[in-house]
């Protein structure tokens, strides 16, 4: 058995080089809503069942409807008013079931990145080749429809196998939100390609806050500034990011979506020092500038491991 998946090398934080986002920006902010699909009665995985409560479960199937018939739209219009572009975390399946998201994001210019077909159907006993083509699956829904290339990629349901990594970078991909280690990015090890792993938050997400920690919109909203606070402070140093995933489902119920534009408003206030952006944007600019410098620091602490897919460009 491995001790360590062997997908980044241990970085500390302190004494890093330096990073600055573009415009002299302290903290990249991005938002990724999660527009999913989840089948009402999905085959069966021996690994992990789709519905909790059991299968078919319409309670759960009806909730999340909602969030594509209602709670979506409800978000997208808070995100116009303070300008910001979301990067959608989505379900490719979504395009043949709801092509009116689809349109009505793309026409903001907002960002796709793959969550896999259905968040329901995990990763969890595919082989190689059937994720492989799962992943070509999403790039070419995603361009059919939209003539976007997509860039980043979360797995269904956060189940990535062994083989996820080194299948997204060979399909050139450039980020992954699948990995938790950091509040800046940093590139991962593969056999090819320059993927880095880009800060999304399970601590922020509202999935977590609002159905795991039963927090309340006010509590929600409170985090998220001090959240915020501490990222900014520290960019003063060097450059974090911030994401805030989300789920229309959830955070666009009516008693929820006034305390969550809250938030957002305090995050806009500070226009000067953050720049507000999609996820596609971060790490195109990381790759481009921060991936040499960042690979030299790593190996100069003489902290790198053995088996690194990294190449210097």
């Known amino acids: 058995?491995?001790?360590?998946?062997?997908?980044?090398?241990?970085?500390?934080?302190?004494?890093?080089?330096?990073?600055?986002?573009?415009?002299?920006k302290k903290l990249a902010f991005w938002i990724a809503p999660n527009i999913e699909y989840y089948e009402y009665a999905p085959p069966a995985n021996p690994k992990r069942q789709a519905w909790p409560r059991?299968?078919?479960?319409?309670?759960?199937?009806?909730?999340?409807?909602?969030?594509?018939?209602?709670?979506?739209?409800?978000?997208m219009e808070l995100l116009d008013k303070y300008g910001m572009r979301g990067s959608i975390s989505l379900s490719i399946g979504l395009i043949d079931h709801h092509?009116?998201?689809?349109?009505?994001?793309?026409?903001?210019?907002?960002e796709f990145f793959s969550h896999g077909i259905y968040n329901t159907r995990f990763s969890y006993e595919m082989t190689e080749d059937q994720e492989r083509a799962v992943i070509r699956d999403s790039i070419e829904s995603v361009e059919r429809a939209t003539g976007q290339r997509i860039r980043g990629y979360l797995a269904p349901a956060l189940t990535h196998t062994e083989q996820t990594m080194d299948l997204i970078a060979e399909e050139d991909f450039w980020y992954t939100c699948d990995l938790f280690q950091?509040?800046?990015?940093?590139?991962?090890?593969?056999?090819?390609?320059?993927?880095?792993?880009?800060?999304?938050?399970?601590?922020?997400?509202?999935?977590?806050?609002?159905?795991?920690m039963g927090y309340t919109p006010d509590q929600y909203t409170d985090m998220l500034k001090r959240h915020f606070d501490q990222l900014l402070e520290e960019g003063e140093e060097s450059g974090t990011v911030m994401c805030i995933p989300l789920h229309a489902y959830l955070v666009s119920q009516p008693h929820r979506l006034r305390p969550f534009e809250e938030a957002l408003a305090y995050i806009a206030s500070h226009s000067d020092d953050v720049w507000i952006t999609t996820g596609r944007e971060i790490a195109d600019y990381f790759r481009n500038t921060y991936w040499d410098q960042s690979l030299m620091d790593i190996r100069a602490r003489g902290v790198a491991k053995g088996g690194s897919g990294f190449e210097l460009a």
Do not use: C, F
Not at 56 to 74: A, E, F, K, L, M
């Open 54 to 75: 059991g299968n078919p479960d319409i309670v759960g199937y009806s909730q999340r409807s909602w969030g594509n018939t209602i709670g979506h739209w409800r978000l």
């Open 182 to 212: 950091d509040d800046q990015p940093q590139p991962v090890k593969t056999k090819s390609g320059k993927l880095i792993s880009l800060p999304y938050s399970l601590e922020v997400n509202d999935v977590i806050t609002y159905s795991v």
């Open 99 to 110: 092509p009116e998201i689809i349109e009505a994001v793309a026409e903001r210019d907002w």
């Open 1 to 24: 058995m491995l001790s360590d998946p062997n997908l980044y090398d241990y970085w500390p934080y302190a004494g890093r080089p330096k990073l600055v986002w573009p415009g002299e």
